[in-house]
């Protein structure tokens, strides 16, 4: 035969008369406090505001583009009609910049324009 637990064992009384142990701090808590201690980084009241602000509109966008790439994923079709896309421009963009040398100073030119926009000028 089988073993079959007593039902006489009440779970919930032995569940019940546990005492709560109390509340403490430990030593790699602590260290971990020391350590925030140590950055010394205060945030004034008017910067908290923009920080927490962007902070959770970065998590909200990071877990709306999960939900979006994760649905896309869902369609049988797309992903693999992606792959498609994703190598068609591969070959485009070697056969049009990387072959030869002229397209390649073009596209090194290209490259340093932007990268003067986005960093401004040195002068």
Do not use: C, H
């Not at 073993?3 to 779970?11: C, E, H, M, R, T």
């Not at 966008?61 to 994923?73: C, K």
């Amino acid at each position: 035969m089988e073993d079959v637990p007593s039902a006489s064992k009440n779970l919930y009384n032995e569940v019940q008369t546990q005492i709560p142990k109390e509340i403490s701090i430990s030593e790699e808590e602590m260290k971990g406090f020391d350590i925030l201690n140590n950055l010394n980084v205060k945030l004034d009241s008017e910067d908290t505001f923009p920080i927490l602000l962007y902070t959770g509109g970065a998590v909200v966008v990071v877990w709306l583009a999960s939900a979006v790439v994760g649905a896309i994923d869902s369609i049988p079709v797309v992903p693999k009609l992606l792959e498609v896309v994703g190598l068609g421009y591969i070959v485009w963009f070697s056969t049009r910049y990387l072959i030869f040398k002229k397209n390649r100073e073009e596209l090194s030119a290209k490259i340093e324009e932007l990268k003067q926009q986005v960093l401004g000028s040195d002068g």
